[in-house]
Structure formats: C-alpha cells, structure tokens
C-alpha cells in the first residue's frame, strides 16, 4: 500500500481531502487574483504570464504539488464513495433532509463535471488545443540605461480576450465556473470541520464565510467573460 | 384522529419487505407515536394477523430503544425528541405518514422495524475502561474539573446511542455516536490516561462494523433527539490525528474481555 496506506482510515482520507482541497483553494485564490489583472491591461497582465514563465522550476515545483493533490483528491474521494454507498444499501422511500445542502449532497456530481471542466479549461488555454489560432506572441520594448531591445512573450491578453469572445466557450465557463462555486460553498466549511476546527461559538461564521468566498471567487472569475463579451474588456483586439 | 400508515414489513433479516398500509380511525391527539401503534398491533391481534414489531423500553425519552423513521426523519419531525416522545398531537387529521426502519448496513433489520444495533455495542467494548479506583466513592474536590468542561462532557454524555444520526446520515456514518463517546471522556481528567488509545480502538471498530465516511452534511446533528453537536466529530478529528501522529498503539485485542 505505501503512501495510500492512509486509505484504510476514515478520518485520515477525510483529512487528505481536507488537506489537498485546501491546497486547490488556495491555489485557485491565487489564480483568481492572477486572472484579475486582465483589468489592469494588456501589459500588465502579459507581463504577469512572463513572469510565472520565468520561475522555471519553482513553477513546476507548484504544478507537481497540484497534480499530486488533484490525484489524491479524486482517488480518496472515489474510494470514499464506494463506501458510503456500500455502508446505505437500501434509501428510505420517503427521505427528508434537515441540515444537509443541495452542495453538500451533489460533491460528487460537482467534482466530476469540475474534472472535465479542468480538462477543457487546460486544453484551451494551458496547452492550447481547442483553439490554436487564438495563440500569438507580442512584441514590445524593453529600455534600460544603454539600448532598446524587442523581446517576445505570450499574448495572454490576446488568448483570453478571443477566447471569450466566443459565447459558446464563455457560457461553458461561466457554467463550469459556478459548479465550482457549488462545490467549494460546501468544500471550505467542510474543510475546518474535518481538520477539527469547530467550535460552537465560531463555526456559523465560518460556514457563512465559506460561502461568501465561494461567491466571491464565481464572481471574480465569471466577471471576465462577461465584460470580454460586451466589450468593456478587449475592445481594442 | 384519522391516519394512513405506511409501514415497513418484513418477516426477517433474509426476506424481502414491503410497504403495508393501515387506517386508523380512532386515534386520540394526546397518544404518543408508539401508543398509535400499540393501538394498531392490538387490532391486528384481534384480527388474527401478524402485529408489527417494532422497538421499545423506557418511553421516557432515556434509554434509546425506540427507533423509527418517520416521513424520512429518524424519531420524526419533532426536534430533540425520540419517538416515544412524540406525540401524534404533532400530526393532523388526514395525515399519510411512512414508517421505516433505521436503515444502514451497519444494523441489520431483524423484523419490521427492528434493527440490530449490537455494532455500537461492540465500539463501547472497543472503548475499553478508564483508570479510576473502584470502591468507595472518592472525595469530591480530589479532582477538580472546570465547570465549563463538566458541562461540555454532560452535552457529550447526552448521547443514548438510539442510533437517529446513523439512520439519518445518507452515508450510514456513525462518527457522531463515537465522537460523542470518545468526547465525554476526552473533557474530563478521568479521561487522558487512555485518551489516544480510546479514540484510535473505538475508530477501528466502527469501521470494522461498515459504517460509512462523514462528508459533513450535518443530518446526524438535526436528527439527535438529544442534539449531540458535531463539534464533537471535530474534536474526534482532532484528537485521532494527534494519536496517529504520536505512533500511539490502541490494544484492541488485550481490552476485550
């Protein structure tokens, strides 16, 4: 078994999705922060691109603890399923929920289109299959004391801004972007609760803040393709 | 009153069960729900037919006998009460109401509406005992306990293991009924000597006996007729990670009479 040795234990897989969810969260933070900047302009947010493209192995560093996460995520939450169905084989005919939420109950239906959400996402605009032409480099100057030298870099600006201009891959994204919402409003409460943070006179708001973030980060993220559909962002290209 | 019942029939753990239903004409508001069915059993007696068999002892709300899952809620609407305790004044004239068993893998229908609920039984034992000197009672302030502890282990030893938050957990989860047993010893000083065994041998037995994962929906929390608080999971969490990391071994087998 090895390092999935922790599979055997209930509350040690429950505290690897804790673990590995709050690593995806966080990172999702930053990439929301990251995608803001396509507010800032072209430059800035081009410049941004160049600079994560210059980390060279620290990025890698980051991706290989994202990929890691993301396979331990899913196989944890896959074996834990299979147990919970097996542990419920037969339902009530007539079942009435009390506490439980439409998020909490469809994490696993969530997960899943996120998957394949994730998989599209990286295609387009991390591998750059699904729309190739959207893809060029920018040129610009560079000064410092002595010259003026050209340099190439990836016209992020121009992918996004193109990309979104297709409504078709902007609905697919604002679509995939609050079943992510759904997922995390029950993910990050449900996080604290599994590290063991919980304690009566705090954890309401916690839950409350769980999702206000969860809003806060659709928000964010479906603020994109819909300024870069109707033209407040990108006009210009 | 009128009621339409439904309930839950089946002649043992291998046959197959089925709805059956029921109309009562006579039923008075001030019965409680196990009196309703007492009501049924003595007709269907008269009648020459098998009476449903379902659980029962105190029906004072304290001993955790009583079970059913009325309309898809363990022990029924009625909050923080058990099903002896409900009164059929909570339901109207006309009402359809579903009875089923406590379902879960982990208990065993055995007939009708009775489940085996020996699985909690055997993660008590897998508990195995605290370091106190038996004999007289010792004197009262030799160990102090704060006043906020006590209560917080009071709010833990509430817990009748009735079995609701298993029924009412869609995973058939039993994290709230061992947390809250692991919980009542982990507040008090009586409790730290085997504290980390405790929690990692009780853990390996629930799941030893099938019950499912928490994924935190909470339901096991609304459905406990003595409203045991899932702060005792996290505390559960809490304390099982410590024993995990400190290599504690729990001797399951050497605490098993």
Redesign the interface.
Known sequence: MGIFSYLR???????VMAVTGAILVLYLIIHTAGNLLIYFGRDTLNSYSAFLHSLGPILWIFRVVLIVSVVLHIITSIK?KF??W???????????????RFS??T?IWTGIMIFAFVLYHLLHFTFRVTNPQHYSAEFFQMHNAVSTVILERFDVYKMVVLGFKNPLISLVYIVGVIIVGFHLD?AI??M?????????HY?PTLQNLSTILSIIIVICLISIPISIMSGLVGGEI | MKVTL?I?RQKNAKAKGR?ETYHLDDVIEDMSFLEMLDVLNERLILEGKEPVAFEHDCREGICGACSL?I???PHG?EPATTTCQLHMRKFKDGDEI?I?PF????FPIIKDLVVDRSAFDRIIQAGGFISVNAGQAPEANSIIVPKDDAETAMDAAQCIGCGACVA??????AMLFVAAKVAHFAYLPQGQPERKRRVLAM?EQ??KE??????????C???CPKQI???F??????D??KA?CSGEKHLLQTQQV
Do not use: D
């Not at chain 1, 234990?9 to 505290?15: A, D, E, N, Q, R």
């Not at chain 2, 009412?168 to 989860?173: E, G, K, T, V, W």
């Not at chain 2, 999971?233 to 809490?238: D, F």
């Open positions: 234990s209930t509350i040690l897989s429950k505290v834990l147990e919970n097996n542990a419920k084989p037969t339902g009530y005919a007539l079942k009435h929920y009390l506490k439980a909490s109950r994490m029950h409460q449900s604290f609760q599994t590290l063991g943070f919980n304690e009566k954890f | 439904h839950w709805f899952t309309n898809g809620i609407h579903w089923e379902r879960a893998r982990a009412a957990c869609p995973n058939a989860s853990v629930m799941q099938g019950f499912g994962n928490c994924t935190n929906f909470y339901e929390e609304a459905a608080s899932v702060s999971i996290a505390l559960m969490n809490r099982y990670l995990t």
